[in-house]
């Protein structure tokens, strides 16, 4: 309490509503933003003029549970001039033979050996960039017309995604296009449901929001970016950051590309159904957030106006959530205080209880109607589309321990790298490794 013109204020109720307030109108502008198209796609459907190679770059380190899957889907999608980039980041396992014995000459693989190998998903990726920069993949004259897209090798891309993204790169200012992000075992387990609302809510609001600002981040998975805008950053446009997608956005866009979202494409991938790898997987992306802030004055310097504003928020949104949590014990407190006055009955109902209930469920609910609507093939009812944004603000809370988590790393100085464990998925053309030979007569091998 501090006194301030004669009067006692409470600072701590005065952070709460202003953190609260800033929450609930950032969110809400966005879902505003979010339900109009840019000027841009108001014409209608856009027409490749100018024919794009497309290189798919799978960084994998032991992903033989996903890979064979992962290259059939892949070599499904009809494209004239496709290839696909394995980077073997140094696996023990039988990766490497999944991708040789694949017989068609689209497929590659670049094998990374120790000491260089295991060094972070961002060298693995600078590794297959310098690859296909030597015309290895692809021969090319225009490095404007090769795109890369980033797969993680559980990737399930949408069949019409080329066709929607790719011809917008036909704007030569456009760097990077992410598109959206679904749950493929979505129905495996409440955690998996949830992370499919997570990412649902923060492709079809946020970063279809994001559109309008110029701001557009780039995920680890489904990122399509042009090879001359990944050269315009050096021969390593990856950083070792444990988010090297989020570093990636922010770079390209400091040096004046363009970055955008497609919404009506989406890359399916494995969600976790276990609490503790959860933890793990988020704690990893909380520290490479944090790492991020080295760059917070090069984004002050080398963007500006709406962007600036929006890149500052998201790149300062840690320390946000950090605060946050401290407040919303208090929260809990009271919540549990109130539980127990009602069953000893020594309470009488409060205004109080519903005002609080709309601010911190409020906002949930109204972004759930969007959820729902994508679901609603799937039979989605009414009870569900209010109960699982509720349960939603419940599965937030567990943002704070990997947010906490990921302090205490940093603030011992652990960095390491550890990618999400797979689930095994069915395929003819998963290589059992006590069976067979390592054949290299498939697959364009490299090594180094």
């Known amino acids: 309490m501090v006194v301030v013109s004669g009067h006692w204020v409470d600072l701590v109720l005065v952070l709460s509503v202003a953190l609260i307030g800033l929450g609930v109108c950032y969110g809400l502008t966005m879902m505003i933003l979010s339900r109009r198209e840019p000027s841009r796609l108001r014409s209608g459907p856009l027409a490749m003029s100018t024919p794009k190679s497309v290189i798919f ?6 992903e033989d549970r996903v890979l064979g899957t992962s290259l059939e889907r892949l070599l499904e999608l009809h494209h004239p001039r496709m290839k696909i980039l394995v980077v073997d980041d140094g696996s023990s396992d039988t ?10 000459p689209r497929v590659h693989l670049l094998q990374r050996v120790l000491p260089n190998a295991q060094k972070g998903k961002g060298e693995a990726l600078n590794a297959a960039f310098a690859h296909i920069v030597s015309g290895a993949v692809i021969p090319f004259d225009n490095p404007d017309d090769v795109l890369v897209c980033v797969v993680d090798a559980d990737g399930r891309l949408e069949p019409h995604a080329l066709v929607d993204v790719v011809p917008r790169f036909d704007d030569p200012m456009m760097g990077a296009i992410q598109i959206g992000v679904r749950i493929n075992n979505r129905e495996k387990n409440l955690l998996a449901r949830m992370q499919d609302f997570e990412f649902v809510l923060y492709t079809e609001i946020f970063q279809r929001g994001r559109r309008h600002l110029g701001s557009v981040g780039l995920g680890g998975n489904g990122q399509f970016v042009r090879l001359s805008a990944l050269m315009s950053l050096g021969d390593t446009p990856w950083s070792r950051s444990l988010t090297e997608d989020l570093d990636l956005g922010l770079r390209l866009l400091m040096a004046g590309w363009k970055t955008d979202f497609c919404a009506t494409a989406a890359v399916h991938q494995q969600g976790l159904v276990s609490v503790g790898r959860w933890v793990k997987q988020r704690t990893r992306w909380f520290q490479g957030h944090l790492q991020s802030w080295t760059l917070i004055p090069f984004v002050l310097k080398h963007t500006k106006g709406t962007a600036r504003v929006d890149l500052m928020y998201h790149l300062t949104s840690p320390f946000l959530l950090l605060v946050t949590s401290l407040l919303s014990v208090a929260f809990v ?16 109902f409060s205004w109080w209880w519903v005002s609080s209930y709309l601010v911190a469920f409020g906002p949930a609910l109204i972004f759930g109607s969007i959820y729902a609507g994508m679901e609603k093939e799937s039979g989605w009812s009414r009870v569900r589309s209010v109960a699982l944004p509720d349960l939603y603000v419940a599965y937030a809370f567990l943002w704070f321990l990997a947010g906490w988590r990921a ?8 960095g390491g790298w550890s990618k999400t464990d797979r689930t095994v998925e069915d395929s003819a053309a998963r290589l059992d490794s006590a069976h067979g030979s390592l054949v290299l007569s498939g697959a364009d091998v490299r090594t180094l």
Request: aromatic share 4%.
């Open 57 to 62: 770059v799978l960084p994998c380190l032991n």
């Open 95 to 104: 990766t490497a033979r999944i991708v040789a014995q694949n017989t068609d």
């Open 407 to 414: 302090v205490w790393r940093v603030l011992t100085r652990q």
């Open 333 to 348: 407190l009271w919540g549990l205080d109130l539980v127990i006055s009602l069953l000893l009955g020594s309470v009488t």
